[in-house]
């Protein structure tokens, strides 16, 4: 696929017409387009799509669907729908009453190509420098920041499901890269114990046994991945084992390895692994609220007589709010929006509002 750029699309006359007939007052899509015309191009994508192919939807146009997406909280199947079928949609993205619009799965794959390297941030630079333009953004104005949590895209595991998993990824991994360090050591137990994807019940018989097996399971794999390809990079997978093992098991003064019992002094959830599919995320708690992820800290201005731009988006591992501070404020220097007000020496400048 690649992009055909047609800058400054006009809204049809006979689309403006019926939904100025259909919404006199306008709607939020239409508020949208009013406001916001020109906040992306279609010039402003052609580094992520290839020179030749056929042409695809207008990236501009599937920016502006996934901001109205975020604005209504539609799903990519909602959302397809609405530029079908209504007509402040089709005022919004310029098209024909007769437009029929894109597959929802069109969305996924310009998700896709966003979330690569650093075009989501560079996208809302650019974003933010428009609204600039446009007067809905200004430096030295109030702002506020709040985090939310974002779930991992990986189940929640006990102990004993963490490390039989984390066994079974190097094996899988194992397979693919080094197979020669499988031959000898697996066996038809192994594979009955680790061929399928664990899940066990909320309270498995003998767990502490059963720990300490397949913890001794992975200590001997991973002597035999470092006896056979020394000095080999063996995989992402084969590392996330070895820190797992860290946290979760000890070698006792008899050299047996043995799981890791309260104690002995369990690892903080900080730097706790919790699944060996997704290293970087957490296990969290902020009051009653627990979960497995991440933070997301959100930036947008809060002027009283201005609208509500969102200014900066930064999301973290878990910490402490006032770690992801630094970090926002130098972009938001960077970006030339820096609050109103200072807080103490050794503070970025901020402004709390509401």
């Known amino acids: 696929m690649s992009v055909r750029p047609r800058s400054g699309d006009q809204i049809p006359s006979l689309t403006a017409r019926v939904a100025r007939a259909s919404n006199p007052s306008g709607t939020t899509a239409m508020w949208v387009r009013d406001r916001l015309d020109g906040l992306w191009y279609d010039e402003d994508f052609e580094a992520w799509y290839p020179r030749d192919g056929r042409p695809g939807v207008s990236p501009a146009r599937l920016a502006t669907v996934c901001v109205l997406q975020f604005l209504l909280n539609l799903s990519d199947r909602q959302v397809a729908e609405a530029v079908r079928c209504r ?17 929802h799965s069109v969305l996924s794959d310009f998700r896709d190509r966003l979330g690569e390297g650093d075009r989501a941030d560079r996208l809302l630079d650019l974003a933010v420098e428009r609204l600039k333009e446009a007067g809905l953004v200004k430096a030295r104005g109030r702002q506020r920041t709040d985090s939310t949590h974002i779930l991992s ?38 594979g009955e114990r680790y061929g399928r994807p664990v899940r066990m019940s909320s309270q498995p018989s003998h767990p502490i046994a059963r720990l300490t097996r397949v913890g001794a399971d992975a200590r001997e794999l991973l002597e035999q991945v470092r006896a056979r390809s020394p000095g080999r990079d063996t995989g ?3 590392e996330a084992l070895r820190q797992i093992m860290v946290q979760q098991f000890l070698v006792d003064a008899r050299g047996r390895l043995r799981p890791r019992a309260p104690r002995d002094g369990l690892v903080p959830p900080k730097v706790r692994i919790e699944s060996p599919y997704e290293l970087e995320a957490r296990w969290v708690r902020r009051g009653n609220t627990r979960w497995t992820g991440y933070l997301a800290h959100v930036t947008e201005t809060c002027d009283e007589s201005g609208t509500n731009v969102i200014t900066d988006v930064a999301t973290m591992v878990s910490a402490a709010d006032s770690q992801a501070l630094p970090g926002i404020h130098a972009r938001l220097q960077h970006r030339r929006l820096l609050p109103s007000s200072t807080r103490p020496a050794g503070w970025p400048s901020w402004t709390r509002c509401g």
């Open 236 to 238: 992402r997978r084969v």
């Open 153 to 190: 895209a990986a189940r929640e595991l006990t102990r004993l499901e963490l490390v039989t998993e984390a066994v079974r990824a190097v094996l899988e991994e194992l397979t693919r890269t080094a197979p020669e360090v499988l031959n000898e050591m697996v066996t038809a137990e192994w």
């Open 87 to 103: 007509i402040d949609f089709k005022y919004a993205l310029a098209l024909e009453l007769d437009d029929p619009g894109f597959h």
